[in-house]
């Protein structure tokens, strides 16, 4: 080949770079790369790198493209606008398979005098002292290794004797990867440029990383002739790598723990009731597990078993062990969880030993069909006792996991938890039931006045034992022929509620047979809740019904402490809200004095108490709730008794979910019916 001639500096002096052509970045650079780039740090986009070398060919001027030069095997010049020279630059190949890495040497021309003469291949080899570079014989029997350069010498710790007229298989060991290793040997018969990332083995037996790109060389007629391969040790990236992985894997199963934990949480919290949560919590870890579970529990000395499949077919399987609990309760792994031990909390074999002996035959039955592969089981613990054991049976032999043993010893955990807090719901509901019980008032008939009333604690606003709250009622007659009516709301509905309710009602009793006008029994009542602290904010309505007049004419006077307006229906059926003398709830600074409201009642009008219970929800403003109990009152019957009044309003407006409590007090004077 003759043209122009060249002539390049010796090879010491040599930019090289090695690229991820897969990835278009720049892997490498020497120590004349690097100052040709400007001490660019890599990894680096190729394009970066050579718009920092100011590359430019010299045929067009056109900006060189580093992966093109890369991945094909050629030679061409190009300029440098960062030092002003002209470089021979010359790519490698790049690898078809693995990363495909490519060389790329840019060799500095100092004069076009003489011919270009094809680089020898010990030339090509010489690269950095920081990369191993060898050569191979194509045309000898197995490839022999013929030439090593330092580094590989100094990666290896073989020497060039050590290695030469050998294959490099040497470098091979017991945990190489056989298949990497036969895609490379299927690239070299194929005469293709090939590139994996192998574990290899040093000399003295230590192993590495070893990320090499094998190319190659052909002659004049195109026939190759030898094979250049190009190693990185990469032994640090790819341990990041793998603890990088590592710690992804162990952050994708937590969070696989969590979500599980998570969507049981959701499906089981909200349940209040002991034996439904029972019966769900053994039906949603049967799910998660795509088998079949057995929960035991305790509740003093009584042992309860429940029993979920995720086979519809075989209900009847679970039923049957669900309706008694000795073949579970005397089982080796449930004794063994309760005596405290640990032998069976990781995934077990099921072996004809530990199929419980007390189990009769229709249970050993049912167990069959539902099968006995393998299993798991976690002790249920809360205040340091072991209260129930949950096991996950499958008819599969290691059907379980170390993640499904740490999914299922956190269910077990949350299961725990969640039993033992519905069973303290259920002692304080009972005990809040049971005080609120005796302080509500008793059914008794008023004379002259027909009553009727309903409470009902916030829960699903069907079942009064659902729950328990601050409501309350009273209906109190005086010796004087006048009855005083009260309704009043704490806030909340729980044990605390339910105390504050008794203590203020208490205290409202004790005022009102002490004072006639209601201003002033509500006036009292403000400045004792404010100077004892006694229970929260809460909202209440004291009136007193006069005595019958001759005529039958009652006068009602009321004031209200923050509470909704009672509502009378007047005999003709008209409705008006009893708005007057309103103050701040109790327990709130007054600005002014307390007043009362009157208004003349005549036989067969209707009065209406109520608690905000009955008129607000979350799809209803308080404002809109008196509005439709204003209209529900207004079309009820004429001919309707207190009771059937009550039951009508009931209808209209609490017949779904009840989220507050609810108090309902209906009064009709004169006779029962207009």
């Known amino acids: 080949m003759t043209s122009t001639a060249l002539s390049v500096d010796p090879p010491e002096v040599r930019a090289i770079l090695v690229l991820d052509v897969a990835r278009g970045t720049v892997l490498h650079q020497n120590a004349d790369a690097a100052r040709l780039s400007g001490d660019l740090p890599v990894p680096v986009d190729a394009g970066a790198w050579a718009t920092a070398a100011g590359l430019h060919r010299v045929r067009d001027d056109a900006p060189v493209d580093l992966l093109t030069a890369g991945a094909a095997v050629g030679r061409e010049l190009v300029r440098s606008a960062t030092d002003g020279g002209t470089w021979l630059l010359s790519g490698s190949g790049s690898a078809g398979t693995g990363e495909r890495l490519a060389v790329v040497l840019l060799d500095p021309v100092v004069s076009t005098t003489e011919a270009v003469a094809p680089d020898s291949l010990e030339r090509r080899a010489a690269m950095a002292s920081d990369l191993s570079f060898t050569i191979a014989d194509a045309r000898l029997p197995d490839m022999p290794l013929v030439w090593v350069n330092p580094a590989f010498t100094t990666t290896t710790g073989y020497t060039s004797d050590d290695v030469l007229g050998s294959n490099c298989r040497f470098l091979q060991g017991p945990a190489t990867d056989r298949d990497a290793v036969d895609r490379v040997r299927l690239g070299l018969a194929e005469r293709k440029t090939v590139g994996e990332t192998l574990l290899n083995y040093r000399k003295d037996g230590r192993p590495f990383w ?108 679970a039923e049957r062990l669900s309706a008694t609990s000795g073949w579970a309760d005397e089982s080796l792994a449930v004794l063994d969880i309760r005596a405290g031990g640990s032998r069976f909390s990781a995934p077990f074999a099921i072996t004809p030993d530990l199929v419980s002996e007390h189990a009769d035959g229709a249970e050993l039955d049912a167990m069959h069909a539902l099968g006995l592969g393998s299993a798991m089981s976690v002790g249920l613990r809360a205040r340091g006792q072991v209260v129930g054991v949950l096991a996950v049976i499958s008819p599969d032999v290691d059907a379980f996991g170390p993640d499904d043993a740490a999914t299922f010893g956190d269910l077990g955990h949350r299961v725990g938890l969640l039993l033992d807090n519905v069973r303290l719901y259920a002692r304080e509901r009972d005990a809040a039931r049971t005080l609120q019980e005796r302080m509500l008032p008793r059914s008794r008939p008023v004379a002259g006045l027909d009553v009727a009333f309903t409470y009902r604690p916030a829960g699903d606003g069907v079942r009064s034992s659902a729950s328990i709250g601050g409501d309350w ?117 007054v600005p002014g004095p307390f007043e009362t409201a009157r208004t003349d009642l005549a036989p067969g009008s209707l009065l209406v108490l109520y608690t905000d219970g009955l008129i607000e929800s979350r799809h209803r403003s308080q404002r809109a709730g008196i509005a439709e109990l204003t209209t529900a009152l207004a079309a009820a019957p004429a001919d309707l008794d207190a009771a059937g009044m009550r039951d009508h309003l009931l209808e209209r407006l609490a017949s779904g979910v009840q989220d507050d409590d609810l108090c309902l007090l209906v009064v009709r004077t004169g006779p029962a019916t207009a």
């Open 210 to 317: 070893n990320q090499l790109v094998i190319s190659p060389v052909s002659d004049p007629d195109g026939t190759v002739t030898h094979f250049v391969g190009v190693q990185a040790d990469v032994t640090e990236r790819v341990e990041v790598n793998r603890t990088r992985q590592r710690q992804l894997d162990e952050a994708t199963a937590a969070n696989l723990r969590l979500s599980t934990l998570a969507r049981v949480s959701e499906e089981l919290g909200e349940i209040l009731e002991t034996d439904e949560l029972l019966r769900r919590a053994a039906a949603v870890v049967a799910a998660e597990f795509g088998c079949w579970s057995a929960l035991v529990t305790y509740d003093g000395r009584r042992a309860r078993t429940d029993v979920a499949t995720t086979d519809p077919h075989l209900a009847w399987a």
């Open 473 to 589: 009622f009273d209906v109190l007659e005086h010796g004087d022929g006048s009855v005083s009516l009260t309704v009043g709301d704490v806030v909340g509905h729980d044990l605390h509620a339910a105390a504050a309710m008794g203590q203020l009602r208490s205290v409202l009793l004790t005022v009102a047979s002490e004072e006639a006008d209601p201003a002033a029994v509500v006036g009292r009542v403000d400045q004792l809740v404010e100077r004892y602290d006694l229970g929260d904010m809460a909202t209440c309505v004291y009136g007193v019904l006069g005595a019958a007049a001759a005529d039958g004419v009652r006068t009602f006077a009321y004031c209200r402490a923050g509470h909704p307006s009672p509502l009378l229906r007047r005999p003709d059926g008209a409705v008006e809200p009893l708005d007057g003398a309103l103050t701040t709830p109790f327990g709130v600074v």
